[in-house]
């Protein structure tokens, strides 16, 4: 991942760049959605996003870092698939989830590369 390159400080710099930037585009969407959503559901989905970009790009797979990003994005959000989709028997949630998943999984992977040539 080209990872072994950049000091630390660089490395968490960009993990947390690339987690607040899938935070805001999070807060963004479910405010344009459902600008109702309760308040600890709107942060909680914000830090589920700030963290899960900061681990994907501080992780490594040995895969390519766009597929990493993208399995291991989606594979962070099975538990959210399984509680808004399959329990809650609202399946037809559950395809924006996934797509969602994925394009969010595509932005990390392309952040993280770009951030990584730049460091």
């Not at 291991?72 to 924006?96: C, Q, R, S």
């Not at 989830?97 to 992977?109: A, K, Y």
């Amino acid at each position: 991942m080209g990872q072994n390159n950049i000091s630390r400080f660089k490395l968490w710099r960009n993990a947390l760049t690339i987690g607040l930037i899938l935070a805001l585009i999070e807060g963004t969407i479910i405010f344009i959605a459902d600008s109702k959503t309760p308040s600890l559901i709107f942060i909680q989905s914000m830090l589920f996003w700030l963290f899960c970009g900061a681990i994907v790009h501080l992780s490594n797979s040995g895969f390519s870092t766009i597929v990493h990003s993208i399995l291991w994005t989606f594979l962070l959000n099975i538990p959210w698939f399984i509680n808004l989709a399959v329990i809650t028997e609202k399946y037809d949630h559950l395809p924006p989830l996934v797509i969602s998943s994925l394009i969010m999984g595509s932005i990390t992977g392309f952040l993280s590369k770009k951030l990584n040539k730049k460091s």
